[in-house]
């Protein structure tokens, strides 16, 4: 009987141990018919080797979707080739799953190589329906970055769904990002906008940015609306996360110009334009600038020496020294004026609408301290100046002291009066120059503005001729615009030889490449798209002057007045391009026959110096000889005491602009003061204003 027992207990045991080997086969017998546990939407934190790895090691369902997480890791690490061999070595069956994701990594490759239109056509074959959140996130990424960053409903709309899916910083740049798109857009952009009645986010956007441009010259008016705003709105996300801009704006306080210490070179070549600079402050201070009644007026002018710089003479102080080489004017100024000490002409340009905001404000009761930052090192200035209660700078003007006090981490806060190579972003530091590059800039975007996508520059064979021709074009390109041409000329002497010979001037040149200073990828939401790693064509040059549509010329009067006729006589009179001139060419002086010959060119200059306030112009032309090179200096020490009394507005309220004498100045977020010029054109040998 034990025998027995023993064995119905061992069967008894079995029995368990049986079913449950059974249930294990049946588990693995359904192995390889199960799809694909690879999760092809989520996130791949994974190398491409890794995942090129395990696409040699599986031969079962599993293997398509490794190649594809293979794939999205070598467009991370801007392999493109490689990208490319693996999207080809992809079984013809795919789906539908591994279709949508396959559907975003071309775009993100046509991205990658700049094919932005195809990217556009790939996203649009996409049924957003099916993807993951992961999915959703890069695929709003990839329609964001194939916008090029160009304000639209389109990227408008792009922004907002992508908006929920995003957490952390993220958020935070969607919500920054949407709010640049949208400050973006221009007046024609907004006014042409149709948007769909359930859009409530989009028109909660729309309306802040409507309250924004309504109170943006007013801090206080403006915190008021925006929490208002937040009050009406209160589910929209820009209520809840307010943009980085917007939300300074509740932050704001006046900064304290109780004491400002001006920091000038008073002694050595500089000298004359520092004088120039403190006499524009004091009278802006002391609320010397109510002018006589406006008087013919002597039209703009601007002098330069041979490399652009201004003089360093004042007319009538034979004390005065000239700078020792160019490159120590261009450390002492930041004006491309020129200097000039011609009678004025008599010709009263025609007056433009007068600034709605007065750029200075009299009477004021803040005490201004000089210091020379020609007699000891700018350290022991700063030092002293913050010693002595100082609580705002305004100065320095030598490149090399604006890079010192830059490097210095001073607690105070600098108006500096000149940019370094390199601008640095502090929350107390803005940057006030008067460079060429300025007026370069500012002509890229006025020739853009009116329509002209082909330009060509005309610049003087020098560095100076660089610094311009660099400026422009990446401006240009900021733009949206096409490649510059280039072309360089020599002095009078080469110009007159060439009219001599009847060689004329081309409408032809060499592409201008230049190196933007943002990077080449784009990242957006954690996408990273980097830029494939090719070798750019070298330059070639285009003969075909038909494709221009618009010259820059960058010339004094001597050489402009052999230029124009020169481009005359290759250019027919019917070909309708536009001829534009930076102020150096401008110069008192000028009679009617020099304004006749320059008939429908357009130039730029400074407000001060085109006719908007022609009794303060009279004024300062007076004190300063009719060299407008001072006369610009003047004008930017009154604007620099405007910016001294409004820092904190331009440093941390989007959007706050002042109608001043060096131009309409608005600040960006390095707090680099842009200035937009004034610009007027010859007509029936008058001067009078571009509309």
Aim: hydrophobic share 35%; glycine share 6%.
């Amino acid at each position: 009987m034990l025998p027995s027992k023993v064995v119905r207990h061992k069967a008894g045991r079995f029995v368990p141990v049986l079913l449950a080997g059974l249930i294990l086969a049946a588990c693995s017998g359904q192995g390889p018919q199960q799809t694909s546990n690879v999760n092809i939407q989520g996130p791949a934190t994974g190398r491409s080797d890794y995942y090129l790895q395990q696409v040699q090691q599986s031969s079962d369902d599993s293997k398509t979707d490794w190649q594809l997480l293979a794939i999205r890791a070598l467009l991370k690490e801007g392999k493109y080739p490689q990208a490319n061999d693996q999207i080809s070595q992809l079984p013809q069956q795919l789906s539908a799953v591994q279709q949508q994701e396959l559907q975003l990594l071309r775009a993100q490759m046509q991205i990658g190589q700049q094919d932005f239109g195809g990217a556009q056509q790939t996203l649009g074959q996409v049924k957003t329906d099916g993807l993951s959140q992961d999915q959703q996130v890069r695929y709003y990424a990839l329609q964001i970055a194939a916008a090029q960053n160009r304000p639209s409903l389109a990227l408008l709309r792009a922004y907002i769904a992508q908006e929920p899916l995003l957490q952390g910083a993220d958020h935070q740049s969607n919500i920054d990002a949407t709010w640049q798109a949208l400050t973006q857009m221009t007046q024609d952009q907004l006014n042409s906008l149709v948007i769909n009645a359930n859009e409530n986010t989009l028109q909660g956007w729309l309306d802040l940015l409507n309250t924004w441009h309504t109170n943006s010259q007013d801090p206080q008016m403006l915190k008021a609306a925006i929490k208002d705003w937040q009050t009406r709105y209160p589910q929209n996300p820009g209520a809840k996360t307010l943009p980085t801009q917007l939300s300074q704006v509740q932050n704001f306080t006046k900064a304290s110009t109780s004491t400002i210490a001006l920091l000038l070179p008073l002694n050595g070549q500089a000298q004359v334009f520092a004088n120039a600079i403190q006499k524009g402050f004091n009278d802006a201070k002391n609320g010397v600038l109510t002018a006589p009644a406006p008087q013919p007026a002597p039209a703009a002018t601007a002098a330069t020496d041979a490399n652009g710089q201004p003089s360093a003479q004042q007319p009538g102080d034979a004390n005065a020294q000239q700078p020792a080489d160019a490159n120590a004017a261009a450390n002492a100024v930041v004006s491309p004026a020129m200097a000039g000490n011609m009678p004025p002409q008599t010709e009263q340009p025609q007056p433009a609408a007068q600034p709605a905001t007065t750029a200075a404000q009299p009477d004021s009761n803040a005490q201004v301290k000089v210091y020379d930052t020609s007699s000891q090192p700018i350290a022991q200035v700063m030092q002293q100046a913050q010693q002595d209660g100082a609580t705002i700078v305004v100065g320095p003007l030598l490149k090399n002291d604006v890079e010192s006090v830059v490097n210095s981490q001073t607690p105070l806060n600098v108006l500096a009066l000149n940019e370094p190579e390199q601008i640095q972003n502090h929350p107390n530091i803005c940057y006030f120059a008067l460079s060429p590059e300025d007026e370069a800039r500012d002509a890229a975007h006025h020739i853009y503005e009116q329509g002209k996508r082909q330009p060509l520059l005309l610049v003087p064979r020098s560095s100076y001729g660089d610094r311009v021709s660099k400026a422009f074009a990446q401006e240009w390109q900021k733009l949206g615009g096409s490649t510059v041409l280039q072309q360089r000329f020599g002095g009078v002497s080469e110009l007159k030889q060439g009219i001599n010979s009847g060689a004329g001037i081309a409408l032809s040149g060499t592409p201008l490449t230049v190196e933007q200073p943002q990077s080449a990828a784009v990242a957006v939401a954690g996408l990273t798209i980097p830029a494939p790693q090719t070798t750019p064509p070298a330059p070639t040059t285009d003969a075909s002057g038909g494709s221009v549509d618009a010259v820059y010329i960058v010339a004094s009067q001597d050489e402009l007045q052999l230029i124009k006729p020169m481009i005359a006589m290759r250019t027919s009179s019917r070909n309708n391009i536009a001829l534009y001139a930076s102020s150096r060419s401008a110069q008192a002086g000028a009679g009617p026959d020099f304004r006749l010959e320059m008939d429908g060119l357009q130039f730029s200059d400074i407000p001060l110096l085109s006719g908007n306030n022609t009794g303060l112009m009279q004024q300062a032309a007076k004190s300063f000889n009719n060299d407008y090179s001072l006369v610009r200096l003047y004008a930017m020490g009154i604007d620099a005491w405007t910016l001294a009394n409004h820092f904190n507005q331009m440093r941390q309220v989007p959007g706050f602009a002042i109608d001043g004498n060096t131009g309409k100045l608005s600040a960006d977020t390095d707090c680099v003061i842009n200035r937009k010029l004034a610009w007027n054109q010859y007509r029936q040998g008058q001067i009078v204003p571009v509309q």
